[in-house]
């Protein structure tokens, strides 16, 4: 039996006691009410130890409508449902303790705010925002509240209400999240982007960088608005800026330099060279064979591999190496093109998690800027 299980059952059995020794107290003759009361508990219990959650939960509402108390057993016995995966059950017991008119308010709270995790988790998204929002009317200054909804709001692609939602959170706990604001602005500055809507974009862009310089996304927001409307050296100093302030990402932008010719023919190709001999960094050197090869031609990229004679120092590096200039019929270099293909590049710094390509906020445990290059590949 699970200790969750387990824990319910003494739960209910301090509830039973307490429901048996009271009328003593007053009367020493138990009145037949009070068997009323004891019997659906009882009932439920047993249910539950015999793997009946439906019979369970039809006896449990009968016993919560008639004692407060039991509301208790009810919260976990929602708990337990949740835990298990078994979001209607969890509604349902939730919902059911919501509509008794005799729910202490303290009691109200917690119901509300356990209903809105199990739409959460269940996956209703836009029901839970409504649930959370109902704490917060409640209580407004409800951190949970106010995390669990920024979460959602950021899992939907809703960057104002997030950024709203953050800027609450941070008067309540009375700190500083500007480095999460800034990437909340840069999300809503590559969303402008892509809609082609420039202005706002550099007005996110520049926002989110006085809040985080080091905002990778961005700056190159920042960068692709100079190379959109011919702005070299603005360009060049967004790269060197990027350079200086994050450069694990800056291999990142070197497709967008290739991007605009002209800008990578006069000063872009130069700028990364200029890089590449200064610092000698190997993540540089793989990415622009790989843009190259990309986006031009595996004879650009070998001519390039030829002036930056660069040479793998690890597997994971020789194998990136392979992927772009094996010969296509070598069954080595099919197999690097097949593991490049698959293979984890980031690593979460704080759950660990893995994943392909880049990403601003970790999928796993939602935090932002976490996500760093793999160096080398674990045998
Ligand atoms: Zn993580």
């Given at each position: ?79 337990m449902f949740r835990a298990k995966g078994e979001f209607g059950r969890a509604v349902r017991i939730h919902q059911n303790l919501l509509a008794r008119p005799d729910l ?276």
């Open positions: 039996m699970n200790t969750l299980l387990l824990a319910i059952v003494a739960a209910a059995l301090v509830v039973l006691v307490a429901l048996l020794l009271r009328p003593m107290q007053h009367d020493e003759q138990p009145q037949p009410e009070e068997d009323e009361r004891v019997s659906p508990l009882l009932r439920g219990i047993n249910y539950l130890l015999s793997d009946k959650p439906d019979l369970a939960l039809q006896e449990m509402v009968q016993v919560a409508r008639l004692r407060s108390e039991a509301a208790d057993v009810y919260m976990a016995l929602g708990e202490p308010k303290s009691m109200h709270l917690q119901a509300s705010l356990a209903l809105a995790t199990d739409f959460q988790m269940g996956g209703l998204l836009d029901r839970a925002l409504v649930q959370y929002q109902k704490v917060l009317d409640m209580q407004s200054d409800h951190a949970g509240a106010l995390e669990a909804s920024l979460r959602i709001r950021e899992q939907s692609r809703e960057w104002q209400a997030a950024e709203e939602l953050l800027s609450r959170l941070e008067r309540v706990r009375n700190c500083s999240y500007s480095s999460h604001r800034a990437y909340l602005f840069s999300e809503m500055a590559r969303q402008a982007l892509k809609s082609d809507d420039l202005e706002t974009a550099a007005a996110d862009a520049a926002r989110a960088l006085e809040l985080d310089p080091a905002c990778a996304p961005a700056r190159m927001v920042e960068i692709d608005l100079a190379l959109r409307s011919g702005r070299a050296d603005d360009a060049a100093q967004g790269l060197t800026l990027l350079w200086e302030q994050a450069r694990e990402h800056f291999p990142l932008v070197i497709p967008l330099l290739l991007a605009h010719e002209d800008f990578y023919r006069e000063r872009g190709e130069a700028l990364l060279m200029q890089l590449w001999q200064a610092h000698g960094d190997s993540e540089l050197a793989l990415a622009w064979l790989e843009a190259l090869a990309a986006r031009r031609s595996v004879a650009e990229a070998e001519a390039l591999q030829a002036r930056l004679q660069f040479s793998p120092a690890s597997l994971r590096e020789s194998l990136r190496l392979h992927a772009v200039l094996g010969e296509a019929d070598d069954p080595h270099s099919r197999f690097a093109r097949q593991w490049r293909k698959t293979a984890k590049n980031y690593a979460c710094e704080s759950c660990g998690v893995e994943v392909v390509e880049v990403r601003w906020q970790c999928p796993q445990c939602h935090a932002w800027g976490t996500l760093h290059p793999k160096s080398e590949e674990k045998i």
